[in-house]
């Protein structure tokens, strides 16, 4: 996805919403966003992306997720305001959620030096999980990180 994409992602969203300000949010705007402008929905046939509503039920983040968010407004989100996942946060709980598809786009993130790693394992120690999942999560950041580029899972 493209940052023009992101902003106008944020701008249809505090639309459909009537919000000015657009952040992981309550589940009944979530349900509103993903009728509208989600996954199989007439925007996404027309634009060729969709948004995808969450609540905070949906995500385990770390502890000070929302002290860390970055702040997206300007002319192209009609100066509404999307409230974005740090990238370390972001990729701490998408390595919580562990999908295949998830580790792909972590992997990914930590090649192309969006997250650093060290970051990434500072996170992973502030998520609200237990012990041993925190030390397979660690386990698997150093390790990827150690890989080379052309071993690791194809995107």
Excluded at 79 to 90: A, E, F, I, N, R
Excluded at 101 to 108: A, L, T
Aim: charged share 30%.
């Amino acid at each position: 996805m493209r940052r023009k994409d992101l902003e106008h992602l944020i701008r249809a969203a505090a639309a459909i919403t009537d919000q000015y300000e657009i952040i992981i949010g309550h589940s009944d705007l979530s349900d509103l966003i993903n009728g509208a402008i989600g996954e199989l929905s007439p925007f996404e046939d027309r634009f060729g992306y969709y948004a995808h509503g969450v609540g905070p039920e949906t995500a385990v983040l770390p502890e000070g997720w929302k002290s860390r968010l970055v702040r997206i407004q300007n002319k192209n989100t009609d100066l509404k305001t999307g409230y974005c996942l740090d990238p370390h946060d972001l990729a701490a709980s998408k390595l919580v959620a562990g999908r295949e598809k998830d580790r792909e786009f972590v992997e990914i993130l930590l090649e192309h030096k969006i997250v650093r790693a060290d970051t990434l394992l500072n996170r992973i120690a502030l998520l609200p999980i237990a012990s041993t999942q925190k030390a397979l999560l660690t386990r698997w950041v150093s390790e990827s990180d150690e890989r080379p580029a052309q071993w690791r899972s194809p995107a």
